[in-house]
């Protein structure tokens, strides 16, 4: 007798089909799509961002007070916390203190408390080393415009 070994192999090679049937059963979820992954966005290069404004140092201010031409140094001082002070002097009046500055860009909106009790406040845009603006106190104020010392 021969082996049926042979056969059995031939038919089991040359099966081309099984059926399988899967029943889904329940309620279906729904799932929020998977997150697609992070792109890297290039670094803009240095050069395009635009130059940072330094205002601290020493600036000469020509500016008018009740009608007449008057200069003005301001000192402008950055803090560790980045926070602003400073002194505004003149030959006209005793140093006072800048009680509160904001730079947000290139200007500035400094806050001075005068010798009369009153608040003075000078807005300041910077441009290198010139400085243009205004001042205004009750009663009083100017465009302004003055260079770094």
């Not at 009369?116 to 415009?145: I, Q, Y």
């Amino acid at each position: 007798m021969r082996s049926l070994l042979p056969i059995v192999l031939l038919l089991t090679a040359c099966q081309t089909s099984r059926s399988t049937s899967a029943t889904i059963t329940g309620t279906p979820e729904l799932r929020p799509a998977p997150a697609p992954a992070a792109t890297t966005i290039p670094a803009t290069p240095a050069a395009a961002a635009p130059a940072a404004v330094q205002p601290a140092g020493k600036w000469l201010i020509t500016l008018s007070a009740q009608g007449s031409p008057m200069d003005v140094q301001v000192e402008l001082i950055r803090l560790e916390d980045g926070s602003w002070t400073g002194t505004v002097t003149s030959a006209a009046f005793p140093p006072f203190p800048v009680s509160k500055a904001v730079l947000t860009g290139n200007k500035m909106v400094a806050t001075l408390a005068i010798p009369t009790g009153d608040t003075a406040t000078m807005t300041l845009e910077f441009d290198g080393d010139t400085v243009t603006g205004e001042w205004a106190m009750p009663g009083d104020g100017s465009r302004l415009s003055g260079k770094r010392r």
